[in-house]
Each structure stands twice: as structure tokens, then as C-alpha cells.
């Protein structure tokens, strides 16, 4: 497998375990929880350090992954009290964590180069380097890791796939019949955490913002089926990963920030031109209808 498709595969990987769960964040109103655990988790990569003194990847990304479960509770907390917005909860548990992240680093780890750019945010680009050896076959590990979470992912949303459905479209109804709805928020916002941070290693913080907000959002504006959505969004993914990669290439540029642009453009399209939510479809069904009155 050429360099080339094994870096498009791991993006589509990315694409798919965000596209399994973004859709639920978009409606849920909870969108920008991926770029809160982006910094959330800077506290736990410092524990990781004062504890082990090592930033091997492993370590790191468990005691990462440590502080974006506790980002998403403490979210899902003040949510559930009815006095903070999903907006507000977000603006007011991430930058507590990232600041205790940053008097961790000024306190114990000054003249380290330990940060996030050093410690979890990848680059795409060096994954064909990074290899595990698995069956006698030498695999790429980031895809071996990104595949598992597209597995758990998929398992999740399937044997939960009406009780998220109802509760995220009725929270109240889902109370009513107990479907638990604050547990499956919770699980919903851990598992978006774990794949966050699960990719993070592999293709950098920007990419799986990206990933698990733009082709979720666009998807939105394409259809009202749950299932189309989900399956829409990871679609939207795999594009913005294949084109991304080929416009990247001859450019010499960054190819995450390519794949960014394409699924951003991906949704400038759908919000211009959606058949029912289109800016121009609307204003054009505006004009026919002073035209015919």
C-alpha cells in the first residue's frame, strides 16, 4: 500500500468514527466539544509527566484521555442542573482544565518542551512512519488504533441507535419512558471525547475538530433522516480526506489543513444550494412566489 492511500485511509478512518457521532453533537447542540477537549486535556498529559516523567504516546494519550472524560462530565453536569447552557458549560469547564494544564507546565515542567504541539497533535503525514507489527504484518498504528475506535463506535451507536435517536430529539419524552437520556449523553459525549483524543496522535487537533463538526453540519443542511446524516457526514469525511490529499499533494501544503478546506467547502455548497435549507434555494423560491402572486 503506497504512502498516498494509507494516509487517505487514516483520514477516512477519522471521517467515519466522527461521522458516527457528530451528527448527534450537531443536534444535540454540543458541536464544540471536540475543540474543548482539544485543551482540556493538557492536565493530563502534565500528570502523565510528573507521574511518569515520559512522553511516549501511550502514556500520554491515557492520561489525555483521562482528563477529556472528566472535560465531558463536568460538561454534562452543569447542563443537566437547567441553570448553564450547553455553550456556556462548554466555555466554562475547558479553559479551567487548560488552565490548571498551563500552572502545571509553568510550575513543574518549565524548560520542557512539553505542550500540545509536542505531546498529541499529529501529523498526518508522518503516519506511514509510525508502524506496529500485528499478525506478521507491518501496520500502520494509528490505523490500527483508529479502526478499533471505529468499531466501538459503530457498536455504540447501533445498540443505541433508537434511544439516541429519542432522546435527542425528545429529551423530555425520553424521561418520560425512562430511556435514561443523561446516561446516553454521557456516553455519547465519552465516546466523543475517546475518539477525539484516540485521533488527535494521528492527525493533529484541527482535523478531527474538523472532522466531527463540518460534515455533521453539512449533513444537517442536506437532510432531516438520522440515518442519512450519519451516513452523509462520514461520506462528506471520505471526500474532504480523498480531494484534501490530492490538492495537498502538488500544492507541497499541509494536507490536514487541505482536508479541512475541502470539507468546508463541502458546506458553503450545502448552505448556498440545499434543496430545503439553500440560502439561494430559498431566496430563489422567495422570488417565484412574488413572481406567481
Given at each position: 500500500?503506497?504512502d498516498?492511500?494509507?494516509?487517505?485511509?487514516?483520514?477516512?478512518?477519522?471521517?467515519?468514527?466522527?461521522?458516527?457521532?457528530?451528527?448527534?453533537l450537531?443536534?444535540?447542540?454540543?458541536?464544540?466539544?471536540?475543540?474543548?477537549?482539544?485543551?482540556?486535556?493538557?492536565?493530563?498529559?502534565?500528570?502523565?509527566?510528573?507521574?511518569?516523567?515520559?512522553?511516549?504516546?501511550?502514556?500520554?494519550?491515557?492520561?489525555?484521555?483521562?482528563?477529556?472524560?472528566?472535560?465531558?462530565?463536568?460538561?454534562?453536569?452543569?447542563?443537566?442542573?437547567?441553570?448553564?447552557?450547553?455553550?456556556?458549560a462548554?466555555?466554562?469547564?475547558?479553559?479551567?482544565?487548560?488552565?490548571?494544564?498551563?500552572?502545571?507546565?509553568?510550575?513543574?515542567?518549565?524548560?520542557?518542551?512539553?505542550?500540545?504541539d509536542?505531546?498529541?497533535?499529529?501529523?498526518?503525514?508522518?503516519?506511514?512512519?509510525?508502524?506496529?507489527?500485528?499478525?506478521?504484518?507491518?501496520?500502520?498504528?494509528?490505523?490500527?488504533?483508529?479502526g478499533?475506535?471505529?468499531?466501538?463506535?459503530?457498536?455504540?451507536?447501533?445498540?443505541?441507535?433508537?434511544?439516541?435517536?429519542?432522546t435527542?430529539?425528545?429529551?423530555?419524552?425520553?424521561?418520560?419512558v425512562?430511556?435514561?437520556?443523561?446516561?446516553?449523553?454521557?456516553?455519547?459525549?465519552?465516546?466523543?471525547?475517546?475518539?477525539?483524543?484516540?485521533?488527535?496522535?494521528?492527525?493533529?487537533?484541527?482535523?478531527?475538530?474538523?472532522?466531527?463538526?463540518?460534515?455533521?453540519?453539512?449533513?444537517?443542511?442536506?437532510?432531516?433522516?438520522?440515518?442519512?446524516?450519519?451516513?452523509?457526514?462520514?461520506?462528506?469525511?471520505?471526500?474532504?480526506?480523498?480531494?484534501?490529499?490530492?490538492?495537498?499533494?502538488?500544492?507541497?501544503s499541509?494536507?490536514?489543513?487541505?482536508?479541512?478546506?475541502?470539507?468546508?467547502?463541502?458546506?458553503?455548497?450545502?448552505?448556498?444550494?440545499?434543496?430545503?435549507?439553500?440560502?439561494?434555494?430559498?431566496?430563489?423560491?422567495?422570488?417565484?412566489?412574488?413572481?406567481?402572486?
Amino acid at each position: 500500500m503506497s504512502d498516498g492511500v494509507l494516509i487517505v485511509l487514516v483520514a477516512g478512518l477519522v471521517a467515519t468514527a466522527c461521522g458516527l457521532l457528530g451528527p448527534f453533537l450537531v443536534l444535540r447542540r454540543m458541536a464544540l466539544l471536540s475543540d474543548a477537549v482539544s485543551h482540556a486535556v493538557l492536565p493530563g498529559i502534565v500528570a502523565v509527566w510528573l507521574v511518569a516523567q515520559t512522553r511516549a504516546p501511550l502514556p500520554v494519550v491515557l492520561g489525555a484521555a483521562a482528563f477529556a472524560v472528566l472535560c465531558v462530565l463536568g460538561i454534562d453536569a452543569l447542563r443537566s442542573t437547567g441553570l448553564v447552557a450547553s455553550d456556556a458549560a462548554i466555555a466554562l469547564v475547558f479553559p479551567a482544565l487548560f488552565s490548571l494544564g498551563v500552572l502545571g507546565v509553568t510550575r513543574y515542567a518549565d524548560g520542557i518542551h512539553l505542550d500540545l504541539d509536542s505531546t498529541i497533535y499529529g501529523e498526518i503525514a508522518f503516519v506511514p512512519f509510525d508502524t506496529v507489527w500485528l499478525g506478521g504484518y507491518e501496520l500502520a498504528r494509528s490505523g490500527v488504533v483508529l479502526g478499533a475506535v471505529v468499531l466501538l463506535n459503530l457498536l455504540l451507536v447501533l445498540a443505541l441507535r433508537k434511544e439516541l435517536k429519542a432522546t435527542t430529539f425528545d429529551p423530555q419524552f425520553g424521561s418520560t419512558v425512562r430511556l435514561r437520556p443523561r446516561l446516553l449523553s454521557r456516553l455519547l459525549l465519552v465516546a466523543a471525547a475517546v475518539t477525539a483524543v484516540a485521533a488527535f496522535d494521528a492527525v493533529g487537533a484541527i482535523l478531527v475538530v474538523t472532522m466531527l463538526i463540518v460534515p455533521a453540519a453539512t449533513a444537517f443542511l442536506l437532510t432531516d433522516r438520522l440515518v442519512v446524516m450519519v451516513a452523509l457526514a462520514i461520506g462528506i469525511g471520505w471526500v474532504g480526506a480523498a480531494a484534501g490529499y490530492a490538492i495537498a499533494l502538488p500544492l507541497d501544503s499541509s494536507i490536514a489543513g487541505a482536508m479541512g478546506l475541502v470539507c468546508a467547502t463541502c458546506f458553503a455548497l450545502a448552505l448556498l444550494g440545499s434543496p430545503r435549507h439553500g440560502v439561494l434555494t430559498r431566496r430563489w423560491r422567495r422570488h417565484r412566489s412574488r413572481v406567481v402572486g
